[in-house]
C-alpha cells in the first residue's frame, strides 16, 4: 500500500476495503456500549478477531485461528484468566450500581469509551491492512505464526508512539447525534451473540445487519478517517521503523499447546 498525505486523500475518494476497516472499528465502538457485564469484553474479542480475519482474507490470505488471535493482541494460548473475569465482572457491577447514581458522568464516560475503542481498532486494522500490502510484511503475515508475531509488535508499537487525539477527535465528531442509533446497534450486537453463545466464534459477528443499520455513520466515518492523512502516513513511517529494527524470529515467549475448543467462547 502506497504511502499517504492529506493532499492525495482529498483528490480521491477512500478505496472499498477502508470503508470495511472502518465499519470494524464501529463495531468496537459498540461494545462499550452494551450493558452487560463481561458480555461487553466477549463482543469485543470478537469483533476484534473478525477484524483481523477480514483484513488478512481480503489480502488473499487464509489466516489460521492462532495468527487471528495473535494479531488481535491477544497472548499465545490465552485461555481466559479466572480471576481476571471476575474481577472484571464485580467492576463492571459495580459500574451499573453507580450508573444509577451518577448517570450523567457514567454516559460521558462511556462514550469516551466508545470513541477510544473505535479509534483504537482503526489504527490497528488500517495498519494491519497497510503491512500486508507491502511485500516482506505480507510474505511474513503468510508464514504463520512467527510472521504473525513480528507483524503484531511492529503494529502495537507504532499505536504506542503516534498521538491518537486528531483520530480520536475526528471518530467523536463523527459519532456525534448517533448514539441513539449507536445503542441500538449495540444491542443488536449483543443479542446476536447471546443467541449463539455456545457456538459464537468471530464469525457470529453480525456485520451485514450491522452495516444496514449504521450504514449512515459508516459512510460518514470512513470519510472522516479517510480525511486523516497525516495520521496515518505517521502511522505508516513508524510501523516501517518498527518492521525495519524486527528481529527475523521473534519469540513472544512459552505458550500453552493448543487445544480444538472454540476459540470464541468466553473463558477461551
Known sequence: MPAVSGAETRAAPAPAGFRGV?????????????????VDQWALTLVRRRAVGDVLRAAGLAPTWMQVRILAGEQPGHRGCLPGVVA?????????????LFRTLVFVLT????????????????LLRHAAGIGAAAAALA????????????????????DPSPVLRTVNAALAGSWGLLRRGARRLARALRRRRAVATAEAVPVAEEADL??????????????????????????????????????PGPARPRDDRDPGRPGS
Do not use: N
Not at 464501529?26 to 463481561?38: E, F, M, N, Q
Not at 472484571?88 to 444509577?100: D, G, P, Q, S
Not at 460518514?220 to 524486527?246: P, S
Open 22 to 38: 472502518a465499519l470494524s472499528a464501529l463495531l468496537a465502538g459498540l461494545c462499550p456500549l452494551i450493558p452487560l457485564p463481561l
Open 88 to 100: 472484571w465482572a464485580v467492576a463492571k457491577t459495580l459500574f451499573y450500581v453507580l450508573k444509577k
Open 111 to 126: 462514550l469516551h469509551e466508545a470513541v477510544r475503542r473505535t479509534a483504537e481498532l482503526f489504527s490497528e486494522a488500517y
Open 143 to 162: 508464514e504463520g505464526d512467527p510472521g504473525a508475531w513480528r507483524v503484531r509488535a511492529a503494529v502495537a508499537a507504532a499505536t504506542r508512539e503516534v
Open 214 to 251: 449504521l450504514g449512515g455513520v459508516v459512510d460518514r466515518l470512513t470519510e472522516a478517517l479517510w480525511l486523516q492523512g497525516d495520521y496515518r502516513r505517521r502511522l505508516e513511517e513508524r510501523f516501517a521503523a518498527h518492521w525495519a529494527a524486527a528481529p527475523l524470529y521473534y519469540d
